[in-house]
């Protein structure tokens, strides 16, 4: 692993190195020395080295470029989500107090039928009594002549036919 480490390594200083040979700053550092004669072997490799990590910096600067694209791009995602996120709890807390008021509602018609059902077994039991009323009054009143004993109310007196 060492090795294989290593090895990347040495691809990496061998691409700068070409980039080097390659870039304009070394070809303007030849023309300089062609014109100007040159300054030494010291201040020659002193420059040669110069422009390696100049080469080595404006790499570094164009990563860091990128990654400030990067993360500005992230940044207008984020303030994009955030906003969604902001909707969404709007539509959230819109549909719970929906869900609120519904709720509301149904306890109010719980309530009312509950009422309703109560009314509506106590009219059961008055057309009851009243259906029983009436057939007990049909029945003397049909039957009035074979039992004397039985006593009509005045009501029904004045009501049965003579």
Not at 32 to 50: D, K, M, T, V, Y
Not at 127 to 152: V, Y
Request: with cysteine; hydrophobic share 35%.
């Amino acid at each position: 692993a060492k090795v294989e480490q290593l090895t990347a390594e040495l691809q990496v200083y061998n691409e700068l190195k070409r980039r080097v040979e390659q870039s304009t700053f070394k070809k303007d550092l030849q023309r300089n020395i062609q014109e100007h004669g040159s300054p030494g072997a010291f201040w020659e490799s002193e420059q040669e080295s110069l422009l390696f990590v100049i080469e080595m910096k404006a790499e570094r600067v164009q990563e860091q470029s990128r990654k400030l694209r990067q993360m500005d791009d992230l940044v207008e995602k984020n303030l994009s989500l955030e906003d969604q996120i902001v909707y969404i709890l709007q539509q959230n807390e819109d549909l719970k107090v929906r869900i609120d008021n519904c709720q509301a509602l149904i306890q109010q018609f719980s309530k009312e039928q509950q009422d309703l059902k109560v009314a509506l077994e106590r009219q059961l039991a008055v057309n009851q009594n009243l259906s029983q009323e009436k057939e007990q009054l049909m029945f003397k009143l049909r039957h009035r002549d074979s039992c004397p004993a039985i006593h009509l109310p005045a009501m029904m007196q004045e009501i049965a036919p003579r």
